[in-house]
């Protein structure tokens, strides 16, 4: 019988490496800019709060979603 085999995908680099605090302009990986309100965690990881300019609301992102701007 063949059983399939797990291969680990990380790749040794923290996502969590980025960090950025309330108030920071980002954009986000589809080009939408917005600012970071809050981090939030839970038993998946952490993840920002992003205002968007464009849309209502408030949405999640991951670390590595998100660019900081200049």
């Not at 839970?42 to 998100?66: H, K, M, N, W």
Request: overall charge neutral; cysteine-free; proline content about 1%.
């Amino acid at each position: 019988m063949y059983v399939a085999q797990y291969e680990n995908t990380k790749h040794g680099i923290p996502f969590s490496l980025k960090k950025f605090k309330r108030g920071d302009r980002v954009i986000t990986y589809n080009s939408i800019m917005g600012t970071v309100v809050r981090l939030e965690k839970d038993e998946y990881g952490e993840y920002f709060i992003v205002q968007l300019d464009t849309l209502s609301g408030e949405y999640a992102y991951e670390s590595r979603d998100l660019t900081k701007l200049q």
